[in-house]
C-alpha cells in the first residue's frame, strides 16, 4: 500500500472506507423505501462509488503495478548484464523486479526516502531486497532525482514509477527528466510511469533528443481510484552515437 500508515495501520483506512460506503448504501436503500427516491438513488450510487474506489485502488497498489512493471521489464528484454537506476525506488518493487532479470548486474535506486510514506525507508528497501534473494544486486541511496549524484552515461536503463510528480517545482521535474537523460548511456532505455505531468515528459524527452518518444495508458491495472487517476508509461531511447541534451558536468 502507498500512503501514511503510521498512526492508523491500512487495515483500519479499508475497513473505514468499505463501513462508510456501506452505511451510504443503507442510507440510500432506506430512503429508497420511503419513496424518496432521488436521494436514495444517490446515497446508494455514493456508496458504491466510496467501495469501488477503495477497491480499484487497493488492487492497483497490491497487484496491478507488479503485473505491470513484470510485463514492462520484460518488454525492454534486458540481457542480464546491465546497469539499471530506480528514479524514487521506495520500498523496491521495480527495484527488485528488475534485479532478479540482472544476475550479473547492477540494479541501484535512490529515494529522499519521505517519512510520510510509512515504510519507505533505505533499511526496508534493503530488508526486502534480501527478502527476494537479490541483495547482492542491489544498491539504494539517498539523493535527489533532479541532481542525481551518478556520472554522464552511467546506465543502460532508467526507470521511475510514480515518483516524479512527487516533486512540486515544474522547474524541478524537468530537472529531473534531465538528469534522466545525463545519466543514460548512448543506446540506453527509459520507462517512467506517473499519474500527472507524462505529456510534459513527452516534451521534454523530444527537446532533449532522445528517438521513439512514446505515451501510453497503461490501463485499469493501474487506475488508482479509477479512470480519472490513469497512469501513464513514457518511453523512450538515447541515440547509440549522437549526444543527448542532457545536463552534463
Not at 75 to 98: H, M
Not at 124 to 153: I, W, Y
Not at 165 to 193: D, F, K, Q, T
Amino acid at each position: 500500500m502507498d500512503g501514511d500508515f503510521t498512526r492508523l495501520p491500512a487495515p483500519v483506512h479499508g475497513i473505514g472506507v468499505a463501513a462508510l460506503g456501506l452505511g451510504l448504501i443503507s442510507v440510500g436503500l432506506e430512503r429508497f423505501a420511503r419513496g424518496r427516491r432521488r436521494s436514495g438513488a444517490v446515497a446508494g450510487a455514493v456508496g458504491g462509488l466510496v467501495i469501488g474506489t477503495g477497491a480499484v485502488y487497493a488492487y492497483a497498489t497490491r497487484v496491478g503495478k507488479f503485473a505491470v512493471w513484470a510485463e514492462l521489464l520484460h518488454d525492454l528484454r534486458l540481457r542480464g548484464d546491465e546497469r539499471l537506476l530506480d528514479l524514487g525506488c521506495d520500498r523496491g518493487a521495480v527495484l527488485l523486479a528488475a534485479a532478479k532479470l540482472l544476475p550479473r548486474g547492477r540494479a541501484v535506486g535512490i529515494d529522499l526516502w519521505r517519512p510520510e510514506q510509512t515504510g519507505n525507508s533505505m533499511a526496508t528497501t534493503l530488508h526486502n531486497a534480501s527478502l527476494e534473494g537479490v541483495a547482492q544486486r542491489v544498491e539504494v541511496k539517498t539523493g535527489d532525482m533532479s541532481l542525481l549524484p551518478f556520472p554522464d552515461a552511467n546506465f543502460d536503463v532508467v526507470a521511475s514509477s510514480l515518483a516524479i510528480h512527487n516533486i512540486h517545482s515544474a522547474e524541478r521535474r524537468r530537472a529531473a527528466i534531465l538528469e534522466a537523460v545525463r545519466v543514460l548511456r548512448p543506446g540506453g532505455r527509459l520507462v517512467i510511469a506517473d499519474l500527472p505531468f507524462t505529456r510534459r515528459y513527452v516534451e521534454w524527452l523530444s527537446d532533449a533528443g532522445l528517438d521513439d518518444v512514446r505515451r501510453r495508458n497503461l490501463g485499469p491495472r493501474m487506475w488508482f481510484g479509477g479512470p480519472w487517476f490513469a497512469v501513464h508509461v513514457v518511453t523512450a531511447s538515447r541515440p547509440p552515437t549522437s549526444q543527448a541534451a542532457g545536463t552534463q558536468r
